[in-house]
């Protein structure tokens, strides 16, 4: 079971203010963010913006990796590129091999990038990716590995 397991339930209280709504009974909610399908977890920001969305449910440890990746990419998405960056690379030094983590070494790079406006930074984070998942999405969004 996953809500249950001790290290989501901890992550989530530590990082997120939980709500849960049944969408048969909410429906102007599930019509607004469009929850077709349980269960949808969303992570929107204090305006009401969503920032990042799971569908279906997943394992303990790669559930735990897409809260990482979500938190990193409403930190990014706000600006706090010191932030994303840190909480990207946390997801890529605790759950290397999950699905995610190409993702977040993608972003990890573009934070230090944005933050610091050294090419240098997304292109060490970059080639890093191009290593670590060569065959990943996210490497293949990145055309000088392969030139």
Same mark, same amino acid.
């Given at each position: 079971?996953?809500?249950?397991?001790?290290?989501?339930?901890?992550?989530?209280?530590?990082?997120?203010?939980?709500?849960?709504?049944?969408?048969?009974?909410?429906?102007?909610?599930?019509?607004?963010? &469009? +929850?077709?399908?349980?269960?949808?977890? *969303?992570? =929107?920001? %204090?305006?009401?913006?969503?920032?990042? /969305?799971?569908?279906?449910?997943?394992?303990?440890?790669?559930?735990?990796?897409?809260?990482?990746?979500?938190?990193?990419?409403?930190?990014?998405?706000?600006?706090?590129?010191?932030?994303?960056?840190?909480?990207?690379?946390?997801?890529?030094?605790?759950?290397?091999?999950?699905? &995610? +983590?190409?993702?977040?070494?993608?972003? *990890?790079? =573009?934070? %230090?990038?944005?933050?610091?406006?050294? /090419?240098?930074?997304?292109?060490?984070?970059?080639?890093?990716?191009?290593?670590?998942?060569?065959?990943?999405?996210?490497?293949?969004?990145?055309?000088?590995?392969?030139?």
């Amino acid at each position: 079971m996953t809500y249950p397991n001790e290290k989501v339930a901890a992550y989530i209280s530590a990082h997120f203010i939980p709500v849960k709504l049944n969408i048969k009974e909410s429906d102007d909610l599930a019509g607004r963010f &469009q +929850a077709n399908w349980t269960p949808t977890i *969303l992570c =929107v920001d %204090q305006d009401g913006t969503l920032r990042h /969305r799971l569908i279906g449910f997943l394992p303990p440890d790669d559930y735990l990796a897409e809260l990482v990746l979500a938190r990193g990419r409403v930190y990014f998405d706000q600006g706090r590129y010191d932030d994303a960056a840190t909480t990207f690379e946390e997801l890529v030094t605790q759950f290397p091999n999950s699905p &995610q +983590a190409p993702e977040a070494q993608y972003w *990890l790079g =573009v934070s %230090q990038y944005k933050k610091s406006g050294n /090419r240098d930074d997304l292109v060490k984070a970059w080639e890093e990716l191009g290593k670590r998942y060569p065959g990943s999405y996210w490497a293949r969004k990145v055309p000088f590995l392969y030139q």
